[in-house]
């Protein structure tokens, strides 16, 4: 039995302030199962466009982040954290939780978001970012209910992932694993290290998951040294690999459900930098620019659209 | 305690494989991780005995140290077993993100570490590691002088929630160490007393102490031979103690002088009780030479440690 959207997610166009308190605008887990699966892409980009809000406020507020790419893997991550993720915000050691791991982890407000709004802490911990003794530092790390390792140097995430794949086959646990990683990031050869030893090893129970924003601090990732072409590089590797609309809720949930098989499998979900603001958008400088009050009403005002 | 020097000398990886099996048929969470280094870190035998806990990820060490953190993060303890010098150079990122700031109980093992790769040369030898390391806070370091102490070192960090880096010795070595030794972690150990001088040495050069202490005692002078295998949490008490009671120290190490045990001591007596010190080990890369002749080639020897001790004696 389905419920509608709007019962479990009163007032979406009137939703609380996200970093006010209480804030009482996220799904659980069961409501979210229960709405009708055509709602669910639906209550999906509602939650994006929430995590975007809170993106905007808090590194507005902290005067520091890196909202660029904090913007493009916000659907990524809510699809993930919401529809796809079989784990317990409550108990955030269940062994048998799915891990999830953010390898860029410069993009980590987008992760307080998602955590907060799953009930991992209270989405009002959100104001205390980057503060002295915070454990919201500027990237993640376990002192942070739900953050699996600690990132933020580029390149760690998969190599880990490779770990808690074989430790879910090693325990004979379904668990699976989800590496969210920049493009720019696949620079670095320890990436490459990890999609080989995955590869060999067929660990279908992993899936890295490429933030395909396009671009990096500097340039683009094609002008700086180019990834492509990426997809057949992961399947020379011995992974399957799909590319998908970074901002599509409903494909994103299906291609990061598949049933695992005998490969890894690699989704290169193509996003927009900056992805919801449109002066933010596409824009090398927003790599970790901090919007100004206006820009941040600006910006807030279009997410509210 | 007092040394137990014998003719016999030994390779700390047959006492290493021997206890590493030991403790993965009484710890089902123990796995073992390493580079294409099934034949030089002497694991043949557990991965046969192990095949489903053995983790070769090929020559890979970024990789490897990741993969350790992640199975840490699965409920195993793996014991990483790489050369040394690849292990630590080659990931040091890793160990420093994944493994010491991450919190991860992962045992690192240097294998064939300081000058024992002799010939193969600089490349291979690992004689920053320590100096390294040490910068890396909530990470362990033990430097065992023989294979009892390797035993006890790697029982224990077996036994631990934290992560720690072993040595684990190619170079032969003596049994210095009684069968009853029982290791603690941060425990320097007198294996001589004496009241004029103390050599604190590691590893390797623990028995080349007490063959100093030897020679310096046939010349009238009473040394005291401190075993600090742990540089990290050093034993502060002990070295405080040593520098008070014999007034003159020389440390000797088979690392870099900049940042190994020579730097850990001086840090402490220099604030704590400030006396007249030698630091012995390695000055530089080493030229091509086995590794026994580079070891007696930098002076890391007893002739070489009687010599600094006796220009304390000026």
């Known amino acids: ?161 490779v770990g808690c794949a074989i430790a879910a086959r090693l325990s004979r646990s379904v668990r699976r694993v989800f590496v969210v990683l920049g493009d720019g990031e696949l620079q670095e050869g320890s990436n490459w290290e990890a999609a080989m030893a995955a590869g060999h090893r067929g660990l279908g129970n992993l899936v890295a998951v490429v933030d395909r924003n396009g671009l990096q601090q500097g340039a683009s990732t094609e002008t700086t040294n180019r990834l492509e072409p990426l997809l057949e590089r992961w399947r020379s590797f011995g992974w399957e690999a799909t590319e998908v609309d970074g901002h599509d809720h409903q494909t994103l949930v299906e291609v990061l459900s598949l049933q695992p098989g005998e490969r890894p499998r690699c989704v290169v979900a193509r996003t927009i930098k900056g992805k919801g603001v449109s002066f933010i958008e596409r824009r090398i400088e927003w790599h970790h620019k901090v919007p100004s009050k206006e820009q941040m009403e600006q910006a807030l005002a279009e997410l509210r659209k | 305690m007092s040394a137990v020097m014998r003719d016999e000398r030994f390779d ?44 070769n990820v090929g020559i890979a060490e970024q990789d490897m140290v990741g993969v350790a953190a992640g199975l840490a993060n699965g409920g195993y303890t793996p014991f990483v077993c790489a050369a040394g010098a690849f292990l630590t150079g080659r990931a040091l990122e890793q160990i420093k993100d994944d493994i010491a700031y991450s919190g991860y109980h992962v045992v690192l093992c240097g294998m064939s570490p300081g000058l024992s790769y002799g010939e193969v040369g600089p490349t291979h030898h690992s004689i920053e590691d320590v100096a390294w390391l040490r910068a890396i806070s909530g990470l362990a370091i033990v430097v065992p002088a023989d294979p009892v102490e390797t035993r006890g070192a790697m029982r224990w960090a077996a036994g631990t929630e934290s992560p720690s880096y072993l040595r684990i010795g190619r170079f032969r070595v003596p049994a210095v160490l009684p069968e009853t030794y029982r ?91 400030p006396v007249p010190m030698r630091i012995l080990g390695v000055p530089q890369f080493a030229p091509t030479g086995n590794a026994s002749f580079l070891l007696d080639h930098f002076g890391l020897n007893a002739a070489g440690i009687v010599r600094a001790a006796l220009e304390l004696f000026p």
């Open chain 1, 1 to 161: 039995m389905h419920m509608s959207v709007s019962n479990i997610y009163p007032k979406l166009t009137e939703r609380g302030d996200p970093l006010g308190d209480p804030w009482c605008g996220s799904p659980t887990q069961a409501d979210f199962a229960a709405v009708e699966p055509s709602g669910r892409a639906r209550l999906l980009a509602h939650l994006a466009q929430d995590v975007r809000a809170a993106v905007v406020r808090t590194i507005s507020a902290a005067k520091f982040g890196h909202i660029g790419g904090d913007l493009s893997v916000a659907d990524i991550l809510t699809c993930l954290m919401f529809g796809v993720l079989r784990h317990r915000p409550e108990d955030p050691g269940w062994p048998d939780r799915d891990r999830l791991i953010l390898s860029k982890g410069h993009s980590a407000v987008s992760l307080y978001a998602v955590l907060s709004m799953a009930g991992y802490f209270p989405p009002r911990d959100l104001t205390r970012f980057v503060q002295a003794l915070s454990p919201l530092g500027a990237h993640p790390s376990r002192s942070v209910p739900g953050v699996e390792t600690n990132t933020g140097a580029l390149g760690h995430g998969l190599p880990f992932g």
């Open chain 2, 12 to 55: 700390c990886r047959v006492a290493f494989a021997e206890e590493l099996a030991v403790i993965a048929r009484g710890d089902q969470r123990v796995v073992v991780v390493c580079n294409d280094s099934i034949g030089s870190s002497n694991l043949a035998t557990f991965a046969q005995e192990f095949p489903d806990r053995t983790v």
């Open chain 2, 183 to 273: 290791f603690e972690l941060g425990r320097a150990v007198e294996l001589r007393h004496g009241s004029s001088l103390t050599i604190v040495a590691s590893g390797v050069m623990v028995h080349r102490a007490l063959e100093a202490a030897d020679e310096l005692q046939r010349r009238g002078i009473l040394a005291r031979v401190l075993n600090v295998s742990t540089l990290k949490p050093i034993d502060t008490d002990a070295l405080v103690r040593a520098a008070e009671e014999t007034g003159r120290v020389v440390t000797v190490e088979e690392s870099v002088i900049d940042g190994g045990l020579g730097s850990a001591v001086a840090q402490v007596l220099c604030e704590q009780h």
